[in-house]
């Protein structure tokens, strides 16, 4: 099966500098990379996603970009604010009806 | 639309005994995933429904089951709980297996 891996566990910026999570992907069938936000006690949240015609997507501060080649793709987060403090979850699917792999998650933490 | 709803929000349980959790999905949405997620492990896939057949299952002990009704409304039954079951359990819906919607989680505790 899909096997993804995010890096780094824990992150601290301060506010305004930017922030990069990576993850990579073993199966190169996956075709769908969905980013999720959630905060302490929370559900996770939706905030951004890719799918594998794409080699970059933006939505305000935030960015995702992939590598099909490489197998890996990143989240970026411009002009960090307080409230960007989160966990952050990388995920990976094949087609719809195939189940989603998660990456262990990034402890975000901005600093004002 | 209204979001993805789980019932209850917090339950303590025994060792040995047996829990019902509930999900309803977001509506016209047929798919309902169900996660165990505990702290440094993420996320981990328990099980896939949609319109009430299972499609996918990750790597649980059968102690860990589901269904799912016509409604789309699904449940999660855990028998003989261990103290390893402790967890948040999240579904999450989708309209046919496609992005996610999670629920806010039933937070278990087996003492």
């Known amino acids: 099966g899909e096997n993804v891996e995010q890096h780094p566990s824990t992150l601290s910026v301060q506010e305004g500098d930017s922030a990069v999570i990576k993850c990579t992907y073993s199966d190169s069938a996956s075709n769908y990379f969905p980013w999720y936000k959630q905060e302490l006690g929370k559900r996770p949240q939706l905030i951004i996603d890719i799918r594998s015609n794409v080699g970059e997507k933006k939505d305000q501060r935030i960015a995702v970009t992939l590598n099909k080649t490489a197998k890996h793709f990143s989240l970026h987060i411009t002009e960090t604010q307080p409230e960007d403090s989160a966990v952050y979850f990388c995920a990976a699917s094949g087609d719809t009806g195939n189940q989603f792999y998660f990456g262990t998650g990034t402890s975000l933490t901005v600093i004002p | 639309k209204a979001g993805v709803t789980q019932t209850p929000r917090y339950l303590i349980k025994t060792r040995g005994q047996q829990v019902t959790l509930s999900c309803s999905p977001i509506?016209?949405?047929?798919?309902v995933s169900w996660y165990q997620q505990t702290p440094g492990q993420g996320l981990q896939f328990l099980f896939e429904?949609?319109?009430?057949?299972?499609?996918n299952k990750g790597n649980f002990p059968g102690r860990f089951s589901g269904r799912q009704f016509s409604n789309s409304r699904s449940e999660m039954n855990v028998s003989t709980l261990e103290l390893g079951d402790s967890a948040l359990y999240l579904c999450?819906?989708?309209?046919?297996?496609?992005?996610?919607?999670f629920g806010p989680g039933t937070r278990l505790t087996v003492l």
């Open positions: 429904y949609f319109s009430e057949t299972q499609r």
């Open positions: 509506s016209g949405h047929r798919s």
């Open positions: 999450a819906s989708s309209y046919k297996g496609d992005t996610q919607y």
